[in-house]
């Protein structure tokens, strides 16, 4: 009786089943396919009853199914469809064995994954995008950090007028030398901004191919392109909606880019790759360049209408070599910032920052940086001498006739030549015996006038080994 139930109403049960089921002989010819399967699928039984699932393929209703794979290992498998109204299935499929242990049917149970599969992908797109935030965010709270490291008049002017452009969403020019900063002061300007809760994007515009910079830039349409995303893709611009976009070396983007970049200046829009209408985009635009752009313009490299959209608010940055002044703050700087990175214990002998002054940097705050980097990784002693320094940077042998010598040409008061030498003989001192109390009981001092001495606060103060 039971039995007589079940099979006088199988249908009615597999109706009743939350997954698709599709049923086949062991041929591949379609048997059954429940109302949950047309629901999920969008196809209809009369659609693809008693026609194989081979022709289904090739009519393009589907492109993988399981009936081959299982009738010829006699095993469950597992694969995922595509249906040509792009939605995505995941499939199950079991054999269904007779008396004699022969296939005679194949099940499979049919899942739509495709809300999933779009959840996952926007998921990863929101992890890529933060992730590039907290690279951003990490390395901005240490570029603002260095924009207010002077000691310069030159930099104080700089300084000025970044703090009073940045209250506008003006568009900001910053020229200079390659490595005085430019990022450095953009993000900055960024920083004091009222939109410094929202993103700062950085794009290099000599960084990205021809081909691909219209594409990056700003989005594309789903099938702009061979081999573009189903979905599209946002572009620079409007992943920084509200923020600010920083386009770095701007003097080497394609002529045609510029055009497309003077729209957003102008109107603040875009045109995504293959889109029949524009977009409306909140963006601030900092630019920078090494570049004479009025030269790249003489040139037919540059369009003039684009450069006066720039040049709103434009700032150049010095050279170091233009400001002394700001080369002992920043290797100070830089010291501290790599020996708390590598967990070490340095010093600058005050001839060595003399040296370090004097020196003109060609490769301007990048090159005294990388310096400072390499002295503190390489270095095994705790006080960095002249002879410690690059031959290029020092330029000759020190000794202590030279040492006089520059003491000897004055221009500072004697107190401060007597300081400066009570330090680097205390900190030789200390380098030698390798301990401040060893060093007190030496000189017949207190530990306190030697911290004293050396500018060290009492936080500094460590517990030492006598």
């Not at 081959?68 to 109204?85: E, H, M, Y």
């Not at 926007?122 to 603002?144: F, G, H, P």
């Not at 003489?298 to 006066?308: A, I, N, Q, T």
Request: net charge neutral; charged share 25%; glycine share 6%.
């Amino acid at each position: 009786m039971l039995a007589y139930l079940i099979t006088k109403n199988y249908t009615k049960i597999l109706d009743t089943l939350p997954v698709g089921v599709f049923l086949t002989d062991p041929t591949g010819t379609t048997l059954y396919i429940n109302k949950m399967y047309e629901q999920v699928t969008g196809i209809k039984k009369e659609e693809i009853l008693g026609t194989n699932v081979r022709t289904l393929i090739e009519k393009g209703i589907f492109d993988k199914v399981l009936n081959p794979d299982i009738v010829t290992s006699g095993k469950a498998c597992t694969n995922v469809q595509s249906l040509k109204n792009g939605k995505k299935l995941i499939l199950s499929g079991l054999p269904v064995h007779d008396e004699q242990g022969e296939i005679c049917l194949v099940v499979t149970l049919v899942r739509d994954i495709t809300m999933l599969t779009h959840l996952n992908e926007q998921i990863e797109e929101q992890k890529q995008l933060i992730e590039q935030m907290n690279r951003q965010v990490a390395y901005m709270q240490t570029s603002d950090e260095i924009a207010t490291i002077f000691a310069s008049n030159a930099m104080k002017i700089v300084q000025d007028f970044l703090d009073t452009v940045a209250k506008s969403d003006a568009t900001v020019l910053i020229t200079g030398e390659t490595g005085v900063g430019k990022d450095v002061f953009s993000r900055y300007t960024h920083s004091v901004s009222k939109r410094n809760k929202a993103i700062f994007f950085k794009v290099d515009c000599g960084s990205i191919s021809e081909s691909l910079t219209e594409s990056e830039m700003f989005g594309y349409d789903p099938g702009a392109f061979t081999g573009a995303s189903s979905k599209g893709k946002a572009g620079y611009f409007e992943l920084a909606d509200g923020g600010t976009v920083f386009l770095d070396e701007i003097g080497e983007l394609p002529l045609s880019m510029q055009t497309r970049l003077l729209r957003i200046l102008q109107d603040g829009e875009i045109m995504r790759v293959g889109a029949s209408k524009p977009k409306k985009v909140d963006v601030r635009i900092i630019a920078a360049t090494n570049r004479n752009l009025e030269e790249s313009i003489k040139e037919g490299k540059f369009r003039s209408d684009l450069y006066y959209r720039l040049n709103v608010a434009a700032i150049r940055i010095p050279s170091l070599c233009e400001r002394p002044e700001d080369i002992r703050p920043l290797a100070d700087y830089f010291l501290h910032q790599y020996c708390s990175k590598y967990h070490k214990q340095l010093a600058f002998m005050e001839i060595t920052l003399n040296i370090l002054s004097q020196y003109s940097w060609p490769g301007n705050v990048r090159e005294l940086q990388n310096t400072i980097h390499s002295l503190v990784v390489t270095h095994k002693g705790t006080l960095i001498a002249p002879k410690d320094l690059p031959a290029h940077i020092s330029g000759q042998e020190y000794t202590a006739k030279t040492y006089t010598d520059a003491i000897l040409k004055g221009g500072r008061p004697l107190k401060d030549i007597v300081a400066e030498i009570e330090r680097d003989l205390l900190l030789q001192a200390i380098e030698v015996h390798g301990s401040h109390q060893k060093v007190a009981e030496l000189f017949q001092i207190n530990r306190s006038t030697i911290f004293r001495k050396l500018n060290i606060k009492q936080s500094d103060k460590k517990e030492e080994i006598i």
